[in-house]
Structures are given as structure tokens and as C-alpha cells.
């Protein structure tokens, strides 16, 4: 059941000139969030910020009754929140969408770029609870940009590239070498990110025959299925991305990728 509810702050903790992470303190007790779900937050008292934001939930420590979002800076509503303060109160709806999909065997590649490496803590712990093996491939425009490497280490192997060379190998991350790795030792690519960086991934997929998973990051309004504005094309026609996704396997979406 979706919860509204009003959360304080307990910490906001820079990671970079852009990227924070935002810790809340809950209420009641956290239900079971599943990978890839995601809030709703209302930035409050901002005078011109009036819609939800969606975030994807990166941790949850329900004994402590704690959620944490990984937020990247890129507009007003993201700006006004890292300028919040501890104390402070955010209203959040949530759980919202659907989840990825967790395997009860396999070795999987997890795909993260920017903001795109939030729902990847959960993901990861569920995985290891199934004892499936993973490796976190980390993509950035330079070194700076490559977060949170030490908490995905817990999970399994990290592997980095970035756009300027500054950490890891050279390139976007489907130039990593990972993948000209023969025989190709995935069973399944998960992926979130920029939209052209998922797409070039679930490419991928298709050159390896291999399923993929992406969790969209399409711009939200109501988050409830009524406003229409984060539709996507699907073969089952069009899909809001808010109720039926955010996590769609690349098969369902009109990507024209294995073209
Ligand atoms: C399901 C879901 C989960 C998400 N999870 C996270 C997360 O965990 N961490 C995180 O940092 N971000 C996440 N996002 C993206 C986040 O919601 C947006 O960055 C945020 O809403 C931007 O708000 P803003 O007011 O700062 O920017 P705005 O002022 O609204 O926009 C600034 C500029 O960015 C563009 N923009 C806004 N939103 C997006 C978007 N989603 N994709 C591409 N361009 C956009 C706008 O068109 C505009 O040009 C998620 C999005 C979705 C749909
Ligand atoms: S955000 Fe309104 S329908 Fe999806």
C-alpha cells in the first residue's frame, strides 16, 4: 500500500560538487521496498519547485526506520533539496512502480551512469541473498563523477570507465573491455542511466542474446498514471512509465535496438 508521509531529515551528505546523498527518518515502519521502486518527494517551501520529484530509493535501514536517496543536482527541485537541513521535513509518496527482476541463478552485469547508479544498493543485496554473482560496471565523464564504489564493492567486483580516462578504462561504458570477453560471462545485464548510454547497453544485449532489464528515468508529473507525460512506446503500446515501469526488460521497449 502507497504511503504518504512526512519524513525529517536526518542528514544531507555531499559526495561532490553535484551528487548527495539524502538520509530521512520515516515515521512508521518501512514496508519491503523492492529494486528499483521509488518515492515521490515534494520539495517543500520552495516557491517555485510545485511538483513531485521521483528518486529512486539507493538504501533502507529498517531497523532505524531510514531511507537514503543518491540525488544528482541538475535542476531547481534537486538544487532546493540539498539545501535542506537536518530537522527539516519532506513529504514523500511511496512505494511507487514495479521492480527488477531478480534471478535464482546467474552471474549479472549491473550498468550504472550518473543518477543511474541509485537502485543498484537494493538490487545488489537482493541478488546476494539469491547468491547470484555480480559485477557493477560504473560509467562517468571523469573520476569525480564515479561514487559510491567502496558501498557496490560489498556486492561484487567494480568496474569503472570514464569519458576522460581519469579512473578506469577509457570510454563510455560500452567500450569497457568487459564486454569483448569471450565467452561472455553474463546471464543477464541490468542497466540505468542516460537514456543513450541504456540504449547502447541493451545493444549489447542483443549482440550477446542475453536478457536486459533498464529502469527509465522518463520526466514525471503526477506519478500516479493521470497526467500521461512519462509515457513510453512499448510494444504493448504506449506505457506510463510511472505504474507499469520504471524497470522495463529492452525486449518490451520500441528501441529498435537489435536493428
Ligand atoms: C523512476 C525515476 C527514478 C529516479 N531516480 C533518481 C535518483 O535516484 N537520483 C537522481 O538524482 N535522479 C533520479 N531521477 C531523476 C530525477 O527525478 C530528476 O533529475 C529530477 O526530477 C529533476 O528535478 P529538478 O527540479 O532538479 O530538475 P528540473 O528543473 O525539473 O529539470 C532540469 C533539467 O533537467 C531535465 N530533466 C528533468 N528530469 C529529468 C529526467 N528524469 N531525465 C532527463 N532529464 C531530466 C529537464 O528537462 C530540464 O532540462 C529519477 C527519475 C525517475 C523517473
Ligand atoms: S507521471 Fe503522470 S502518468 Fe506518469
Known amino acids: 500500500m502507497k504511503r504518504i508521509q512526512d519524513c525529517t531529515i536526518s542528514k544531507i551528505t555531499w559526495l561532490n560538487t553535484d551528487s548527495y546523498l539524502l538520509e530521512l527518518d520515516v515515521p512508521d515502519e518501512i514496508p519491503v521496498l523492492a529494486p528499483g521502486q521509488f518515492a515521490e518527494i515534494r520539495i517543500g517551501n520552495s516557491p517555485d519547485v510545485f511538483l513531485r520529484r521521483p528518486f529512486s530509493f539507493l538504501d533502507a535501514d529498517v531497523e532505524n526506520r ?7 543536482r541538475i535542476g531547481k527541485g534537486t538544487r532546493h533539496l540539498g539545501e535542506l537541513h537536518p530537522g527539516e521535513t519532506v513529504n514523500i509518496i511511496y512505494p511507487l512502480g514495479n521492480h527488477f527482476q531478480v534471478p535464482e541463478k546467474g552471474n ?4 550504472g551512469g550518473g543518477s543511474g547508479i ?20 560504473l560509467g562517468g565523464k571523469a573520476g569525480s563523477d564515479i561514487l559510491l564504489t567502496d558501498r557496490f564493492s560489498q556486492y561484487g567486483d567494480v568496474l569503472i570507465t570514464t569519458e576522460d580516462g581519469s579512473k578506469g578504462e577509457k570510454g563510455m561504458v560500452t567500450d569497457h573491455s568487459v564486454f569483448t570477453s569471450d565467452p561472455f560471462p553474463f546471464t543477464m ?12 547497453v541493451a545493444r549489447m544485449s542483443c549482440l550477446k542474446n542475453i536478457p536486459c532489464e533498464v529502469s527509465l528515468e522518463n520526466l514525471m508529473a503526477c506519478g500516479f498514471g493521470v497526467c500521461l507525460c512519462c509515457i513510453v512506446e512499448t510494444t504493448e503500446g504506449n506505457l506510463c512509465v510511472c505504474t507499469e515501469g520504471p524497470v522495463f526488460n529492452t525486449n518490451r521497449l520500441k528501441w ?4
Open 108 to 111: 549479472v552485469l549491473i550498468v
Open 256 to 259: 529498435q535496438i537489435c536493428a
Open 66 to 72: 531510514k531511507l537514503v536517496f543518491f540525488i544528482k
Open 118 to 137: 541509485a537502485p543498484f544498493i537494493l538490487l545488489g543485496k537482493e541478488l546476494q541473498k539469491k547468491g547470484v554473482g555480480m559485477t557493477f560496471l
Open 189 to 200: 545485464i541490468y542497466a540505468c542511466g542516460p537514456e543513450p548510454m541504456m540504449k547502447a
